[in-house]
């Protein structure tokens, strides 16, 4: 079992910047695919980011490509999401995932295992 606890979201301006991190528990964490998803009220939650269990491979949503970057370190059980140039249309409920078999389906929800609680993100305009 994997227990997710995201933490670093909050209240920031358009063009501002945050840095979410989740903490994993469990001694497997490092063989696991990792991944960002948000939920925005009345939306269906979407991808965000994936990261291998390596962290030499990445994947972005078109929407955030070249002003989120997600990382890990294998050694904290920690998976980060670094938000650069925040747009209103990223307020949503950030989670994070893990995916116990690294499938090919890092893009969706029903490849990952285990899920975080959430945490707020909201951007002013």
């Known amino acids: 079992q994997v227990q997710l606890v995201e933490s670093g979201g909050g209240l920031v301006q358009a063009g501002g910047s945050l840095r979410l991190s989740c903490a994993a528990s469990?001694?497997?964490?490092?063989?696991?695919?990792m991944g960002w998803f948000r939920q925005a009220p009345g939306k269906e939650r979407e991808f965000v980011a994936a990261?291998?269990?390596?962290?030499?491979?990445?994947y972005y949503a078109d929407s955030v490509k070249g002003r989120f970057t997600i990382s890990r370190d294998n050694v904290k059980n920690t998976v980060y999401l670094q938000m650069n140039r925040l747009k209103p249309e990223d307020t949503a409920v950030y989670y994070c995932?893990?995916?116990?078999?690294?499938?090919?389906?890092?893009?969706?929800?029903?490849?990952?295992?285990?899920w975080g609680q959430g945490t707020q993100v909201t951007v002013s305009s």
């Open positions: 990261i291998l269990w390596s962290g030499i491979r990445t």
């Open positions: 995932a893990a995916d116990r078999e690294s499938g090919s389906s890092w893009y969706a929800t029903y490849e990952y295992d285990y």
């Open positions: 469990g001694r497997t964490f490092s063989s696991y695919a």
